[in-house]
């Protein structure tokens, strides 16, 4: 019941409340295969930073699209401060104050930095002009950027902070954030949420799209839980543990995965004295790099994005052929010198970090992406035979990794870009898996895998491991690679550490070692952090 003495003087009006910034009412869209959001509502209040939770393929990606102007709802209406609009257009978007980073880059790589936010902005700047704004942006925010850099000699962490600094370029009033730190570093990560949380106070609204559950934790006031495209609850994150939130997306127990004691076999991929000098004028050379990865064995490399990790994939897969045969042994064979095919023709499969352009080709069928690495003799599928390609056998492949990893696509024949980022990369993943390899390196293996997927994932590379597939690992995120690596070494400045079995280390240890001090000592006695994180119990993101 209402206080008379707390009530309103009469003839004085109550202060009226500020409307939503932002409310979706009964938002549907329907492909021909799948329903992408069925009845979606949706409030955010000025200044509130809002997480979009769900598995991969839930829909998290089409609605922010919707928002956006990049996708037209099939039924529904959205309400901007109070009134009703079309947002028909990203132009339409950023007019209101809209602004969206995008899971997958829409960047130019060979336009520099200027370039590429100069071509999204709605005024007319020149890049030269625009280059002291991105600076001073970047430096802000804690993102640190080259306006005078082109794109293709950026790493995935570094193009990361482009797609950042340019939304924030934009002043928006509600920000929209997909997957924004999948590849940044800790102290990135950490500096961002500074920044965003000062946007929230004022009084700036953000969307945020995560698959790393404490940042959630840590960022968010509130949750949205999305599931097969339906809103399916709600939640305080900061009320909820790890295990409860993963558990409210996935609508299931959460998956684990386990590593269990092995006994290494021969070495399977040795680099000795690798010596690389960089074809990028930003990029880091590589400095007498030497690693043993044996049968049976998961090593695991640790290091902050541009520090030589493009520079060593390119020369392990053969996409950077060395004049001399020595420096990389593989199988038993000099491969310093042979070409990607010949690599994998000995037993070498490849994950990328970029998904889209070097995991698979955008318009292309996924059967037609599994046979662009299943074509050769050694991967055994039978998809070419006498020449010829066998378009049964390339479509059962396909569906075999399709069913095996649970990709949520419309089969087969769909495009690559018709997937959600982190059903693409289950596919990338499993289409390597399922290609029987005896060496597999592998970047970023869960980059923008939901939790339940990515415990999944890292199952079946500890099960190669068991079959006895020399596996070498590179991921910034820590846990990851202490939840599945039997050995672990680091990056840094184009050098690389000793391999120190993970029992005999520590998450602060590889820390340390980031920085570039390997001479800092291992610590007296330390407790394996994987022995709380391979049952999978406690999903956890370093800070």
């Known amino acids: 019941m209402n206080d008379p003495a707390l009530s309103s003087p009469p003839g004085r009006a109550e202060p009226r409340r500020a409307p939503p910034r932002l409310q979706l009412l009964g938002i549907s869209k329907f492909y021909p295969s799948v329903v992408a959001n069925a009845d979606i509502d949706l409030t955010v209040l000025p200044g509130e930073i809002h997480a979009v939770l769900g598995e991969n393929g839930a829909g998290k990606s089409t ?14 209406e959205i309400l901007w401060e109070g009134k009703q609009v079309t947002i028909r257009s990203p132009s339409d978007a950023r007019k209101l104050g809209i602004g969206m980073v995008f899971q997958h880059f829409a960047l130019f790589e060979t336009l520099t930095v200027a370039e590429n936010i100069a071509l999204v902005l709605d005024e007319k700047v020149d890049p030269d002009q625009l280059a002291p704004r991105i600076r001073a942006i970047s430096e802000q925010y804690g993102l640190p950027l080259d306006p005078d850099r082109r794109v293709h ?26 997957e924004p730190t999948s590849v940044l570093t800790p102290d990135a990560v950490q500096k961002l949420f500074a920044s965003l949380r000062r946007l929230a106070q004022e009084g700036v609204s953000i969307l945020y799209i995560s698959h790393k559950l404490d940042e959630i934790q840590a960022l968010c006031g509130k949750a949205t839980v999305l599931r097969a495209g339906r809103v399916s609850g709600t939640a305080n994150p900061a009320e909820e543990s790890a ?39 930003f990029g880091t050379d590589l400095k007498n790099i030497s690693l043993e990865v044996r049968a049976g064995e998961i090593v695991g490399l640790a290091g902050i994005s541009g520090n030589g990790q493009q520079e060593l994939l390119k020369a392990i897969s053969g996409e950077r052929v060395q004049q001399q045969a020595g420096g990389l042994r593989l199988c038993g064979v000099e491969a310093g010198a042979l070409g990607a095919a010949a690599r994998r023709q000995l037993g070498l499969c490849f994950v990328p970090e970029e998904r889209l352009g070097r995991g698979a080709v955008p318009d292309l069928s996924l059967a037609d992406n599994a046979l662009l690495t299943g074509y050769l003799p050694a991967a055994n599928t039978k998809m070419v035979r006498r020449g010829l390609i066998q378009r049964g056998a390339v479509r059962a492949f396909a569906r075999k990794v399709i069913e095996r990893f649970n990709v949520k696509c419309g089969g087969e024949q769909a495009t690559a870009t018709s997937l959600s980022g982190g059903n693409l990369q289950k596919f990338i993943v499993g289409r390597e898996i399922a290609l029987s390899p005896r060496v597999m390196v592998l970047a970023q293996p869960t980059w923008g895998v939901d939790i339940g997927a990515a415990m999944l994932l890292r199952q079946a590379i500890i099960d190669l491991r068991d ?28 050098k690389l550490s000793r391999a120190v079995p993970v029992k005999d280390t520590s998450i602060n240890q590889i820390g340390v070692w980031m920085s570039g001090d390997f001479d800092h000592p291992l610590p007296a006695a330390v407790s394996s952090p994987s022995s709380t994180s391979t049952s999978g119990d406690a999903p956890h993101v370093p800070s």
Do not use: W
């Open 63 to 76: 609605l922010m699209k919707i928002i956006y102007g990049v996708t037209m709802p099939d039924a529904g």
């Open 153 to 178: 000699s950026m790493s995935v962490g570094e193009r990361q902070r482009v797609e950042i600094v340019r939304c924030l370029l934009q002043s928006p009033r509600l920000l929209i954030m997909d």
């Open 467 to 494: 079959q006895g597939v020399a596996v070498l690992v590179l991921s910034e995120e820590l846990d990851e690679l202490f939840m599945m690596s039997d050995r672990i070494a680091v990056l840094a400045a184009g």
């Open 243 to 281: 295990r409860s939130l993963a558990e409210l997306m996935i609508g299931r127990d959460l998956p684990s995965c386990h590593l269990n004691p092995g006994a290494p076999g021969e070495v399977l991929l040795a680099l000795e004295q690798l010596s690389v000098i960089s074809s990028d004028p």
